[in-house]
């Protein structure tokens, strides 16, 4: 996991011109414990929880699959952003950062329409990324 993590960094680092943080944990757990992480409120295939430096992915990842290691550059992201304390308008504003990068990372892996790969649309991500108050 450990190099795969560097690589995925190296490359946030190189496109957001950011400083490359000391590397996250990195857990693996089942499906029904990340939901239950969300409260319920999602269904993730990785969370990262920044007071404790850790990306939480599941027990089916894989470091050679591609949806795999797109999900882990997501999570990567949020760690890059966070230690560089990136200031957003609110926590959910960085989602939208997170995203434009796993997309252009996806692009540059020759994925042709990195949101049909995600089973994502641009409106989900804007909501996603919407300050509530
Ligand atoms: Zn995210």
Redesign the pocket.
């Known amino acids: 996991m450990d190099p795969l993590v560097a690589a995925l960094t190296a490359w946030i680092v190189l496109k957001t011109g950011l400083i490359p943080p000391d590397p996250p944990r990195v857990l693996l757990a089942p499906r029904k414990q990340m939901i239950e992480m969300t409260s319920g409120t999602a269904d993730?295939h990785?969370?990262?929880l920044h007071p404790d430096r850790t990306i939480f992915l599941r027990n089916e990842f894989r470091p050679d699959d591609l949806l795999s290691k797109a999900v882990l550059l997501?999570?990567l992201?949020?760690h890059v952003l966070k230690m560089n304390d990136v200031q957003a308008q609110c926590e959910r504003a960085?989602?939208g950062e997170?995203?434009r990068l796993e997309l252009a990372w996806l692009r540059e892996q020759g994925v042709d329409d990195p949101h049909a790969f995600l089973g994502i649309n641009e409106l989900a991500i804007v909501l996603?990324s919407a300050c509530l108050d």
Do not use: Q
């Open positions: 993730p990785g969370l990262y997501h999570e992201a949020h960085l989602e997170a995203y996603r």
